[in-house]
């Protein structure tokens, strides 16, 4: 996670968001506040809905939601926080920043509230919109959050208990922003205001932050999210490991997996299946967890694999005679526990897809993440398809499925590949 807006409607979020998606960023909106930083997107876009709230309201939405992202103690750690304003200022502005900025721990808010390409400007300090003053405009009168000033400075102060600090369009032109803004952080905690005319003000403005040393909290609209370099803020895009979770024990199986191993870097997980059938299963399922998340944590593909060899398949009619199972039973015994370890690994891990050999393992794992269902997009190989789970907890997450004892030896590999270069492409 690089960066988390936090916005007060939700066409604000979408209207930020878009800015870094369509710069590559991998951005999820939220309707709601998450109980966990997302472990797929760069950017996370929450809409806390706090733009009609009374001020303590809207300031206690947003503590609560940046709660799950920030600490307070070690701010250097936090993702980049970008609190995403109205361009005409309408809402609790002052209140949100405040407690952005408090929970947040950053040693200044920089607000830069211009969107040039919409008309919307600040010049001297002053909110224009098509180079109207403000509270000269229709929004003055907004019926939910009226407007009673142009002045930036003003209209955040009514709210804010922090010194609030001017940048003129000159001091950013002539290259002075570093300076003033490592002096200014060094002397207080503030709210700095910059003018901003043209989308190269926004551009430099963004770039001279990316020098800045101490943390800080970003406040504006779409404009200044369009502004934000790439290269500094956002991770560039690299191939993440793919899980395969190979129930069958299917000699075709087995073939393919060994194929991969010799032509891929390849971490293996072998389960002992009796271990997951005992009444204190969980210390061996902890245990799996842990080794599988260590190989992708190492962006190394992982196989979790319950057949090593052909002898593995001569237990099962063992084990159903001493746990007085059918063959089913034993089945669904095994597949439900690995669709619970892979939801356990996906939630500790960053994946770029996943591989499931054998119908009752798909059904297990589908399950097991909630999902309602499989939207088929692609064909990896003949009768291989490539797709994802439908409303589940990784809608967006590319899943090939695999009948057991079907595909060639290569089956595998050219599984492995179809991801990295559909995940690299996004």
């Keep these: 996670m690089k960066i988390v807006v936090i916005a007060d ?55 609560d939601v940046l709660s799950v992202f920030c600490s307070k103690t070690d701010p250097v750690s936090n993702p980049l926080i970008y609190k995403k304003i109205d361009s005409t200022f309408r809402g609790n502005v002052g209140a949100e920043i405040d407690a952005a900025m408090n929970i947040s721990g950053v040693q200044f808010a920089l607000v830069a509230a211009a969107i040039p390409a919409a008309g919307r400007t600040t010049i001297n300090g002053q909110c224009l919109v098509n180079n109207i003053p403000l509270i000269e405009t229709e929004f003055a009168n907004d019926p939910k959050t009226p407007i009673v000033s142009s002045h930036i400075k003003t209209l955040i102060g009514i709210q804010s208990q922090y010194p609030i600090h001017e ?48 943390p800080y909290l970003l406040v504006g609209a779409a404009g200044l999210a369009n502004a934000l370099p790439t290269s500094v803020y956002l991770t560039p895009k690299k191939r993440l490991p793919v899980l395969v979770v190979a129930g069958s024990m299917s000699e075709a199986t087995r073939n393919q997996i060994n194929v991969a191993i010799k032509e891929n870097s390849l971490g293996v997980v072998d389960i002992d299946v009796e271990s997951l059938l005992q009444t204190n299963s969980q210390k061996a399922i902890k245990a799996v967890v842990q080794q599988a998340s260590a190989i992708l944590h190492q962006h190394q593909h992982c196989v979790l694999r319950t057949c090593k060899d052909a002898d593995a398949r001569l237990m099962i009619d063992k084990l159903c005679t001493h746990y007085n199972l059918s063959r089913q039973q034993l089945g669904d015994e095994i597949s439900s526990v690995l669709g619970q370890i892979t939801l356990k ?51 967006d997450l590319p899943v090939i499925t695999k009948a057991g004892g079907f595909g060639a030896e290569g089956t595998l590999r050219d599984a492995l590949y179809f991801i990295e270069e559909m995940y690299s492409e996004k």
């Design 345 to 395: 690994i996906i939630g500790e891990s960053q994946i770029g897809g996943l591989f499931l050999t054998g119908g009752d393992i798909a059904i297990a794992v589908a399950r097991a993440l909630g999902a309602e269902g499989y939207r088929i997009t692609n064909e990896v190989s003949p009768c291989v398809p490539c797709g994802t789970f439908v409303n589940s907890e990784i809608d």
């Design 9 to 63: 409607d939700f066409t604000g979020a979408n209207d930020t968001g878009v800015q870094l998606a369509k710069k590559g960023a991998r951005t999820e909106v939220m309707l709601n506040k998450v109980d966990r930083p997302s472990k797929r997107a760069d950017v996370q876009v929450i809409n806390t809905e706090s733009r009609a709230l009374d001020a303590q309201a809207a300031a206690e939405k947003v503590r």
């Design 167 to 214: 940048v003129s369009l000159q001091t950013i032109r002539n290259g002075e922003l570093l300076q003033l803004l490592n002096r200014l952080s060094l002397e207080e905690r503030c709210i700095i205001i910059t003018d901003a005319e043209f989308e190269s003000d926004l551009t430099l403005i963004t770039h001279t932050l990316s020098e800045v040393i101490k």
